[in-house]
């Protein structure tokens, strides 16, 4: 089998055996190699959908239940559609395109300052900070890099605190932060420290007078995120920079989903340290960073000792490749904002409007705090993860990719006050740069039917349907 | 500095950025650089400046290079197709 890589070059290589061809960018692609490398899992799927159909079980059963998990053999493809864009985004190929450099040539050790090959890549590192920095109207100087969100949380939350040991013992977060920031404040907890977890109202918002009061005058380190990543709800981040200034208190904003999404401008926001990861903006996965800012100088514990570099607060050799490819897709959120945000924005309006067009759905958190590309939806009567089962051509998600193992309901939801019946019916919709028009009204189609399709098999939605009032019901038995 | 680029060649280029980006076999990136390439030359049309001129045709022979490379590498790592894709495409009958 051999796929040439252009009409125009499999018509030339037929009449021109044994030539040199002229490709893209004058580079010479041998063919007489196969050059494709197929992750095809097509033929499973395949062989797996006949197994089904062939089945006795299923045919005794007479069930439709799995001809409404997939549309099986109508001349479409079977990779399912990717709208988990909060979990982590595709890699850009122009992002790719910086990055393949470093694994080609250019490998040298960007901290070598005795020879061309370190200082060459050494540039590419500075020059993608700058990128880095661009995008939140830092300084080139004030951004660390570090393997990712979590880490650069991790290192606020632990080294700020343990900086200021001596005088301060109070960190103020909320409930709806991410994992990584709960169970990192929870861990200073052990080491002396008291946290306050605000609450959160019933839109997702924290209240700026339940912070205020909480500020103690030990109290050395604020951390609320910008964007939540389950119902993107965006906090007022301006207004809480201002009251930690005022009361001379450290802000910390994880802004792993906000960064490059949202307008941010570190000095306008009073923000003193802020976490990103490069895997959300369409960047590769592994790398990340943190903004600390250096006037007025905010001092951290390193967690990571070694060698000094990024300022002695991590230390350990950078990867040029996956700097660049972060610079790069930096450079990419600034230039594109404005027709990124447009694209996002219509698409989100259209599956709003549509998810919501199903009876008894609703949308959580805040409708007007929000980041449009983060849609969460409760489909009341329908159990989350039967219908995430039911719609395995769509990738999608209940809650946080680093919950979706357990089938807890979401903290998120329940800080937000929704019940458990409806935290575990609620799905995360992730629309990004390169999500089509094409796919969005697929998963409506498909939600809609299939949304349909789970409660026609449930007596409760029956029962809705009668109009009975499911809390005036006594179950027995309890 | 070379000179002004004439109607035709801005054409040229911009076919070119077209057949380019729908040489990539996946689906969300080959959508994706269809669109820019139009909203971007669209969006570039009434610019008068000959130094913006010159940086935008520049800038848009920079990126015809990445796509020419990025559209080649991903017809070498092929997935399969979405499930809104049809398997037999119109402009995609090399595939079979």
Redesign the interface.
């Known amino acids: 089998m051999l ?5 125009s070059l ?1 018509v030339r290589q037929r009449y021109l055996p044994r030539l040199c061809y002229r ?3 004058s ?1 010479k ?1 041998a063919f007489d190699v196969k ?8 033929t499973a ?1 395949r062989e797996q959908a006949q197994a089904r159909s062939n089945s006795e079980d299923v045919i005794a059963s007479g069930t439709t239940a799995l001809n409404h998990a997939y ?1 099986e053999n109508s ?8 709208l988990d864009m909060q979990a982590t985004t ?1 890699t850009d ?2 992002v ?2 910086t990055m393949l450099k470093f694994y080609t040539g250019l490998y040298g050790n960007p901290h070598s300052n005795t020879h061309s090959y370190g200082w060459e890549t050494n540039k590419e590192v500075e020059n993608a900070r700058k990128h880095i920095a661009s995008v939140i109207n830092a300084d080139v100087k004030e951004i660390i890099f570090t393997s990712g969100a979590t880490e650069s949380n991790n290192m606020v939350l632990k080294g700020v605190p343990r900086f200021y040991k001596k005088t301060k013992k109070h960190i103020i977060t909320t409930r709806t932060e991410h994992k990584c920031v709960l169970e990192a404040a929870r861990a200073m907890k052990n080491e002396g420290f008291e946290v306050t977890f605000l609450n959160v109202d019933e839109q997702g918002l924290v209240d700026l007078k339940d912070l205020e009061a909480a500020i103690r005058p030990d109290t050395c380190l604020v951390s609320v995120m910008a964007v939540n990543n389950e119902i993107g709800v965006m906090q007022p981040i301006k207004e809480i920079g201002a009251i930690c200034r005022k009361h001379k208190v450290y802000f910390h904003t994880d802004a792993a989903q906000a960064y490059g999404k949202i307008p941010i401008d570190v000095n306008e926001m009073n923000i003193d340290l802020l976490s990103i990861s490069s895997h959300k903006i369409y960047g590769p996965k592994g790398i990340g960073a943190v903004y600390v800012r250096r006037r007025p100088r905010v001092r951290l514990d390193p967690i990571i000792s070694g060698g000094g570099q990024e300022r002695g607060l991590r230390s350990g050799t950078l990867a040029p490749s996956l700097v660049a490819g972060f610079g790069e897709a930096a450079r990419l959120v600034k230039e594109e904002y404005e ?1 990124d945000i447009e ?1 996002i924005q219509r698409l989100s309006e259209r599956l709003t409007k549509g998810l919501l067009s199903i009876e008894h759905t609703s949308l959580n958190g805040s409708s007007d705090h929000r980041y449009p590309g983060c849609i969460n939806v409760s489909f009341a009567y329908v159990e989350g993860e039967s219908l995430l089962m039911a719609l395995r ?2 990738a999608l998600s209940s809650g946080s990719a680093c919950t979706s193992a357990s089938l807890e309901p979401s903290y998120v939801l329940h800080a937000l006050g929704k019940d458990d019946a409806l935290a575990h019916s609620s799905i995360r919709f992730g629309i990004g ?4 028009e ?2 969005v009204d ?1 998963v409506i189609k498909a939600i809609k039917e299939r949304v349909e399709f789970l409660r026609e098999l449930s007596p409760l939605w029956e029962m809705v349907k009668e109009g009975i009032d499911l809390n005036s019901i006594e179950w027995s038995g309890h | 500095m070379p000179a002004l680029p004439s109607r035709s060649q801005v054409l040229s280029l911009y076919r070119q950025f077209i057949r ?1 980006a729908n ?2 076999s996946n ?3 080959r ?3 269809l ?2 390439a139009k ?1 971007s030359f669209r969006q570039n049309k009434t610019l008068e400046d000959v130094t913006e001129l010159n940086e935008a045709w520049n800038k848009a022979q920079r ?1 015809l ?24 495409s119109s402009h995609d009958k ?1 595939r079979h």
């Open positions: 796929r040439s890589i252009t009409r499999t490709s893209y960018a580079a692609v050059l494709e490398t197929p992750t095809d899992i097509e799927t549309r001349g479409f493809g079977t990779r399912p559609i990717y595709p190929p122009r790719l395109d027709t694209h051509d769509i740069r390169f999500t089509t094409e796919e697929y | 380019n040489n990539f689906y969300n990136y959508n994706y650089f669109r820019k909203t990126e290079g990445v796509l020419k490379r990025q559209s080649v590498i991903s017809q070498m790592y092929t997935f399969d197709k979405l499930v809104v894709e049809p398997l037999q090399r």
